[in-house]
């Protein structure tokens, strides 16, 4: 005898988006920068889907997040459960709740993680269905997996083309943003570099858009590992960076961004625009490319297929093969990076970063960035790449409390480490910020030894390292890549810089 | 002196068990997180190297005087209780014990092997639980190498529990150089007698349950589920909140012990598989799609067979303040049991204190309800499963007839 | 020229001015009762007079959590609170490695550690609770009632300690309030919050570093509080002694620990320091002028572009919400025109301060209420309050009920056929004012407590005791800060033309939220205005976490006593109806007789007609023989509190006695416990635990419970089959 199950509790399951919808609706997708999110627009539009980003997400956003989701959330759930909770109200106030639902779908990655991240769309289900649009249809793209094959309904098809599209595009705007980031805090006419990176930004997006169908396959990945489509393309862009004129001589310090993936990679509210506000403040910001994560990504595939080696016998082969794949990643990133003068920062290499972690986590602990915070915290200050480390993290975050926790230990082992941990909640700003402002005035001091040290060494003073740039117009350009030879501070390193080519004119 | 002769790599092409010198070691384990439930692999695996149950040492129960004796100062990090008590039964282990410890033995717990693994998407450990022993450690050996000051050999490998295959060789990295003699070999036999250990007592305790279970079908009487975490176990994370609904006559179930006999697992389950909303018993996919984390898991699938099973007329939740990983499931949780109409009560921001107070209250009101409607509750969720319930008599006669017949006519 | 150092903080600003020569030519330390920058201003006019202040010249910086919005109007460089009281102790102390500073609403330590390059700082702030901050201990002094001069003095050495929790200031309170109504000297409970904010300080805002020698203590509370002194000597005399930290030969711990006179003035004097090295034209002094604009003007054109809408919008607004909702009153006496005669049903609800009865006819008629203020003993406190009702005319009871604290001690003693757990009184007296209610919102002191009905039965319930955000203590709090009684909360409230709009959350943030907003000149009424409107976010969604309130039904019940504040009520309606827009809501008419009331009908409806009533008997009641005992052997000993109980021995008929206990009781009487400040100290002692063990033991043989299984045998050793 059956009896009737309907009366129980079934999670959500969106309605399928079939072929014939694909061209009615709009894909909706959000939660990186604003370069990615124009590029990825880009992507998709290139294979015939409309798309569109997200606005940035707002305070108001959090508070609607945490209305209608269950309560104690980390604050990157209330944001972006919010953003999109707020965008679907306000478009079914303007062309009613019904348009709304067969207008838009909303697609996010999924993380595998065992961390709520994973579990966000519970979040997003709960707002939905709080708000009445129980029927919207929202997607999860499992990250780890490149080619998914056509999600519920076979309107959306995860493959090669969209895939590497995705990352291609990311890279770029990595690499845009590095750029972007090296130039303002030295240009002279404020306002230009913001104009140039619009322009770049607006170019890249044609680029992206006319990208040429090279199959589904390996058609795809083959074109994408040989063009030289996107570098000519990056190369066009830099000649922009070379009308701005920057100088370089302040001692500015050098802030590094690590922590949890959104916080880092958003500029807005859900970060209290620390990006720009560590500019403002006078600092160099060296922010955090998604290059990294994705890097780390597949460092962490790799570590699940080392764990076999010498259990199962075709482990060995599989990590090589993997770590191939990351060697190609890798030099496609560089690429991008020569086009633009290697001005931007390079990746670390994950397995250094692994090495530095080690005696403080470790590296199979998954969920957010893992070993990574500490990793890069030591990377950056062993190899003075940043004076200091600013660590955003989300309060309650649950994988960035951990790593804080074990930076208690790498601060005793190294206490000229500069590390400014930073509880986002959202709200609570001043708090925050006066935080980081702490750490930041220890830094300048930094700054300043730096280029003072760089004076002694070098012998030269500011007015006559201003007469020696005079000298030479080309270094002044944003496109002239300072060598950074062994100090944080660009300014130091500028001197050493200049003292090296005036030693090489006197010898010739 | 003889043993540590025997130690040394020339005495002996391989390594050689030195049973003798591990007899007389002792090792410590901080009763926290997922050692509450791995404890018996541990008991086992240890068992099987030649240390004696009796020389491992676990720490006591969390408490706060443990926090303030043991833990103070040590803290690195603020998050849930469960995490940041690791510092007091650190410190237990450290200065509190009459006879020195040798080894602290405290594994990083990556991932369970969850009854439902194979029907869910993983195992894994929540990101702060299985983190945990890296922070604890790092309040000890920031400023000084506390454990080597106290002559303590501080060992925390990284344990994949749901994967058999490497936990041997994850072990034997982390304690080669610690257990005198060991070999892989014997690692990996080791390792086996923990999971046959841990096994068997789950089985034990399942078995235990049935009997409950059995016992109110019969008399037709209610029982409490509880959905928790395994820690919630520990009297000073779970505050023993299930202990005063028993003294009012109630016997307590905890979904992780639940039985899980083929018989009764298609009872319960068998509707809503021929439905298609899910492929077995174990599978949570129609309520809990991301079903990534063991303990998680675990508890949307109490929850479920806490929604079926007519004599789980309340199901209790404890869940821990500022718990990430019970956040998401709150609404679900509720909901599915709800909807059912069993009595649900949350005891959610469980803390360092007991909220006797509040805890009273609700207990007694919990229990009014009961009493006042959990006959009704029986009824109603009777009248919607299927005939034939393995947990009364008749039925296992009825069944023991039908598979007499079943055998007479092949 | 002279460089000025200002420290707006959160409760005080404090300034110093400086001279060329680097002597302090300047100085003072005020309370600035949120507004800060009205005392600035005053400041800098009195600096201008009194010691030759002059714009244009001078250099001035600003520091604390207040300096942000003044900072800009006079010129001033701001800079980070930590950053400037570093650098006066790098200046001022260069042995120090460890500093506390404890401030009214915040507190910080800074570690200085010897590295490669000079000294690295490490510093952490409180930023999760109020615990250990000088609130927490200014709070609990108010309420206990000493005056400032006299905390000042109040010793830490010597003192017995008793358990105050360290982490909120609200729950800081209640022990205080409880540990005294034990019989605890002020003194002790004084010394006891000393020792929660060392040990808070200690616990929260060390991770893992050792506070070493030497030790400057700063701040407020640090320096005017001699036991909060003594008690971080202590504490560090333990550690330094638990770490093996040798002091210098001939040093005491006293030497080692600092309290310097300057205390107050060390973020003040580090501004200057900072100053000295800033580069021309920075900071250099504007004047007063536009601090004074901002006073005047600036802050009202600020606010409105910032501000949400008020609590009232317009005055139609508040007259149709008046003529809709009163607020509820509590009745005492005979219900008018009602005759009491006839059998009648009694509930009683014996709370911890306050008992209630109320008497309904067969019929549910309220027909006579009565109220006593609780003198500590139940018994007394019963026998007042059946005199009273018996005095009402009641004759024939036809059955009881109790409910509140005191059920259980009492039940048997009077004789009620029934006790009733407080949520399900307060659910049943809900629902005879409204027979389809769907939600209970009561909201109290220390409780929030939302009932969920569905059926008939509280389907589910929330409470909250954990969190004090969205309980009337909280609101208390804040308008007893800016001195405004609570009866006068809703009238200033509702003076508000616009408010602030403050983020729903715990109460801490909500506090530093607070902080936020007086920075940015909101007045004490638009910020009270401002927290009763975000009550309702805290109690249903934070609290109550009913994010979807229309999915629990559109009935609403309001009640308890934060209900009574008329601006909190406006607050809910607004709110819920905004939710749910076809929502009905009624407030109590008997909020606090609710739970009474309750009690009262499910006697009535445990009542089947036939058996009589239990109760003893207002002659019995009223007659009972009773003895209290308070001595050595009564003061509880579970736990450190140790609270001085007093065992209360009823003469009664039938009762069993306590042969076993140390004050032993013959047969024929009953013993009550009172003066525990938890239910713990209902159990008398190990003697009396062994008895209910005993019968506990049997019960969780007859009832398993899979858990404690575990407990037992999980870890002892490996499982075998058997």
């Not at chain 2, 890296?134 to 490998?157: H, M, Q, T």
């Not at chain 3, 109320?358 to 006593?372: F, K």
Request: net charge negative; with cysteine; charged share 25%.
């Amino acid at each position: 005898m059956a009896v009737a199950t309907d009366h129980h509790y079934r999670a959500y399951t969106p309605a399928p988006l079939t072929k014939s919808d694909i061209d009615e609706v709009e894909i909706l997708f959000g939660g990186l920068h604003w370069r990615a999110e124009r590029l990825l627009q880009a992507v998709f539009e290139n294979l015939g889907y409309n798309a569109r980003p997200l606005p940035v997400a707002t305070k108001d956003d959090l508070l609607t997040g945490r209305e209608l989701a269950d309560i104690g959330q980390c604050c990157p759930t209330s944001f972006t459960t919010g953003n999109l909770a707020n965008f679907l109200r306000s478009e079914s106030e303007r062309i009613g709740a019904e348009q709304v639902k067969d207008r838009y779908v909303y697609v996010t990655a999924g993380s595998c993680g065992a961390c709520r991240f994973g579990q966000y769309h519970q979040s997003y289900e709960l707002a939905l269905k709080n708000i009445g649009m129980e029927q919207f249809r929202m997607f999860l793209i499992d990250q780890g997996q490149p080619d998914q094959g056509a999600t519920a309904g076979g309107g959306l098809n995860i493959n090669m083309p969209l895939t590497l599209g995705t990352v291609w595009a990311l890279l770029a705007a990595d690499v845009v943003q590095g750029l972007e980031y090296r130039t303002r805090p030295y240009e002279v006419n404020a306002g230009q570099t913001d104009e140039v990176v619009r322009q770049c930004v607006d170019e890249l997006y044609e680029v992206f858009r006319n990208r040429p169908a090279k199959g589904e396959k390996w058609g795809s990945i083959v074109w994408h590992l040989s063009t030289n489509y996107f570098v000519k393309a990056l190369r066009e862009v830099f000649r922009k960076f070379e009308a701005i004129e920057v100088d370089r001589l302040q001692p500015k310090p050098v802030v590094k961004i690590t922590g949890e993936f959104y916080l880092q990679t958003v500029e807005g509210d859900p970060n209290y625009n620390i990006h720009r506000w560590l500019e403002a403040e006078g600092a160099e910001v060296y922010p955090a490319p998604i290059a990294v994560w994705l890097d780390y990504l597949i460092r962490f595939q790799v570590q699940s297929l080392e764990d076999y080696v010498g259990v199962d016998k075709g482990a060995r082969a599989k990590v090589a093969a993997l770590k191939s794949v990351q060697k190609v990643f890798g030099w496609t990133y560089n690429r991008m990076r020569a086009a633009f003068g290697n001005i931007p920062h390079e990746m670390p290499d994950q397995y250094e970063l692994r090495r530095l972690a080690a005696p403080y986590f470790h590296h199979k602990l998954s969920g957010g960035e893992g070993d990574m915070l500490v990793g890069k915290a030591l990377w950056t200050h062993l190899n003075k790449k940043a004076h200091m480390i600013c660590e955003l993290s989300p309060y309650s975050c649950m994988p960035n409390t951990m790593s804080i926790g074990a930076m208690a230990g790498v601060i005793g082992q190294y206490p000229d480490l500069l590390y400014a941990p930073i509880e986002v909640k959202g709200d609570a700003e001043v708090h925050a910020l006066s935080r980081c402002q702490m750490i930041l005035t220890e830094a300048k001091k930094r700054a300043i030894q730096d280029y003072v040290a760089a004076m002694e060494t070098t012998g030269l003073s500011p007015e006559t390292a201003k007469e020696l740039l005079a000298e030479r117009p080309e270094m002044r350009r944003a496109s002239y890549r300072v060598p950074h030879r062994g100090a944080a501070a660009t300014a130091a390193n500028l001197l050493y810089d200049l003292a090296d080519m005036t030693a090489e004119r006197n010898a010739a | 002196m003889a043993k540590w002769f025997a130690r040394k790599p020339s005495a002996a092409p391989g390594p050689r068990p030195d049973l003798e010198a591990r007899a007389k070691l002792r090792i410590g384990i901080p009763k926290l997180l997922n050692v509450w439930t791995t404890h018996q692999f541990w008991l086992g695996f240890f068992g099987a190297l030649g240390v004696p149950n009796n020389r491992v040492v676990f720490s006591g129960d969390t408490s706060e005087e443990q926090a303030r004796e043991f833990g103070r100062g040590r803290g690195t990090v603020d998050c849930c209780y469960p995490v940041k008590c690791g510092a007091g039964h650190y410190g237990e282990l450290v200065f509190g014990q009459k006879r020195k410890i040798d080894i602290l033995f405290s594994p990083m717990i990556y991932s369970l092997s969850s009854f439902l693994q194979g029907h869910v998407a993983d195992s894994l450990a929540c990101p702060r639980v299985m983190a945990g022993p890296e922070n604890i450690k790092a309040g000890f050996l920031k400023e000084r190498d506390v454990f080597a000051e106290n002559g303590i050999r501080y060992v925390s490998p990284l344990v994949s529990l749901a994967e058999p295959a490497i936990v041997p060789k994850q072990l034997y990295e982390a304690l080669k150089d610690v257990i005198p003699g060991l070999s892989y070999k014997e690692t990996r036999a080791a390792v086996d007698e923990g999971y046959r250990t841990l096994k068997g007592f789950n089985t034990e305790m399942r078995a235990r349950s049935r009997e409950i279970l059995e016992w109110c079908a019969r008399e037709n009487r209610p029982c409490v589920m509880v959905l928790a975490r395994p820690y919630h176990m520990d009297a000073g994370i779970g505050h023993e909140i299930e202990v005063d609904l028993q003294a009012y006559g109630y016997p307590i179930l905890w979904m992780q012990y639940f039985p899980i006999d083929d018989d009764l697992m298609q009872w319960i389950f068998g509707p809503d598989m021929a439905a298609g909303h899910i492929k077995s018993p174990f599978d949570i996919d129609d309520v809990w799609p991301s079903s990534y984390s063991a303990n998680t898991n675990e508890i949307l699938w109490g929850a479920k067979v806490a929604a079926r099973v007519p004599w789980i007329t309340c199901a209790i939740r404890l869940t821990s303040y500022e718990c990430g990983m019970d956040q998401p499931t709150f609404t679900p949780v509720q909901q599915i049991i709800e909807r059912s109409h069993t009595l649900f009560f949350s005891f959610q921001e469980l803390d360092s204190t007991k909220p006797a107070g509040s805890v009273k209250i609700r207990v007694e009101t919990i229990s009014f309800y009961m009493q006042q409607s959990s006959e009704r509750i029986i009824e109603q969720k009777q009248a919607v499963t299927p005939p034939g319930c393995p947990l009364l008599p008749q039925a296992e006669s009825k069944l023991a007839t039908a598979k007499a017949e079943l055998a007479a006519s092949a | 020229m002279n460089i000025v150092g200002m420290d707006v903080g959160s409760t005080t600003v404090k300034a110093v001015a400086v001279d060329d020569k680097g002597e302090v030519v300047w100085r003072d330390y005020q309370r600035h009762n949120t507004k800060q920058a009205e005392k600035v201003h005053e400041f800098l006019l009195r600096m201008e007079a009194e010691c030759g202040l002059t714009r244009e010249r001078d250099l001035i910086f600003f520091t604390g959590s207040g300096a942000g919005l003044t900072a800009p109007m006079v010129g001033a460089k701001t800079i980070q609170e930590v950053v400037a009281v570093a650098a006066a102790v790098e200046k001022f102390h260069p042995e120090v490695h460890f500093v506390s500073e404890i401030g009214g609403e915040d507190m910080k330590t800074i570690f200085f550690v010897d590295s490669g390059s000079g000294k690295a700082k490490q510093v952490y702030m409180q930023s999760a609770c109020s615990g250990g901050t000088g609130t927490f201990i200014e709070k609990t002094a108010r309420k206990l009632q000493i005056p400032a001069d006299q905390l000042a003095i109040m010793p830490y050495e010597g003192m017995s300690l008793h358990k105050v929790s360290s982490k909120c200031g609200i729950f800081a309170e209640a022990d205080s309030n409880s540990l005294l109504k034990s019989g605890v000297p002020v003194e002790e409970i004084i010394a006891s919050l000393f020792e929660a904010v060392v040990y808070q300080n200690l616990a929260t805002l060390t991770k893992g570093n050792t506070p070493a020698p030497q030790v400057l203590l700063l701040g407020g509370p640090n320096m005017f509080f001699k036991g909060l002194q003594e008690a971080w000597r202590h504490h560090l005399k333990n550690v330094w002694a638990d770490r093996g930290i040798e002091l210098p030969e001939g040093a005491d711990v006293a030497d080692m620990i600092l309290v310097p006179d300057e205390a107050l003035y060390y973020a003040a004097l580090g501004c200057v320091e900072i100053g000295k090295g800033e580069a021309d034209g920075v900071g250099v002094y504007l004047g007063p002028d536009r601090v004074k604009w901002w006073v005047d003007e600036g802050q009202h054109l600020e606010k409105a572009k910032e501000g949400g809408k008020a609590l009232v919008n317009g005055t139609g607004d508040l007259e149709s919400f008046a003529s809709a909702y009163a607020a509820p009153k509590s009745c005492n006496g005979v219900a008018e025109g009602r005759k009491i005669d006839g059998p009648v049903y009694i509930g009683c609800d014996f709370g911890s301060t306050t008992a209630k009865a109320v008497v309904l006819s067969p019929d549910r008629e309220m027909l006579y209420t009565a109220y006593v203020q609780s003198k500590g003993n139940p018994i007394e406190d019963a026998k007042a309050l059946f005199r009273d009702i018996r005095a009402g005319g009641v004759k024939h009871v036809a059955g009881l009920a109790l409910t509140g604290y005191g059920k259980d001690l009492l039940q048997d003693i009077i004789g009620a056929d029934l006790g009733v757990v407080e949520t399900v009184a307060h659910a049943r007296s809900a629902m005879e004012i409204f027979p389809d209610a769907d939600v209970i919102c009561d909201v109290g002191g220390t409780d929030v407590k939302i009932m969920i009905l569905r059926q008939g039965t509280v389907a589910d319930f929330r409470l909250n005791s954990q969190c004090s955000s969205g309980n009337g203590a909280f609101l208390q709090g804040v308008a007893e800060r800016y001195d405004v009684k609570l009866e006068e909360y809703a009238e200033k409230a509702f003076e508000a033309k616009a408010m602030p709009s403050l983020a729903m959350g715990c109460g801490v943030f909500l506090q530093s939220d607070i902080v936020n907003q007086q920075r940015k000149g909101w007045s004490a009424e638009e910020i009270m205005a401002s927290l009763a409107a975000v009550l309702p976010l805290n109690v249903w969604i934070y609290a109550g976490q009913l994010q979807n309130l229309r999915s629990v039904g559109r009935r609403f019940v309001l009640q308890g006593g934060t209900h009574r504040n008329m601006a909190v009520v406006k607050a809910q309606v607004d709110f819920i109806k905004n939710k749910v827009p076809d929502a009905e809501i009624v407030i109590h008419p008997h909020s606090g007789e609710a739970g009474a009331i309750g009690a009262a009908l499910c006697a009535m409806e445990a009542a089947d007609g036939v058996a009589p009533s239990g109760f003893r008997g207002f002659d019995v009641i009223e007659h009972l023989n009773y003895r209290s005992t308070t001595s050595e052997d009564t003061i509880c000993k579970w736990c450190p509190v140790n609270c001085k109980r007093a065992f209360i021995d009823v003469e009664l008929e039938g009762a069993k006695g306590r042969s076993w206990s140390k004050i032993p009781l013959e047969e024929g009487w009953e013993r009550v416990i009172s003066g525990n400040s938890c239910p713990k100290g209902l159990v008398e002692d190990v003697n009396e635990m062994k008895a209910v063990k005993a019968e506990m033991e049997e019960q969780r043989r007859v009832y398993p419970n899979i858990g404690e299984m575990v407990r037992e045998k999980a870890f002892r050793r490996a499982w075998a089959p058997t």
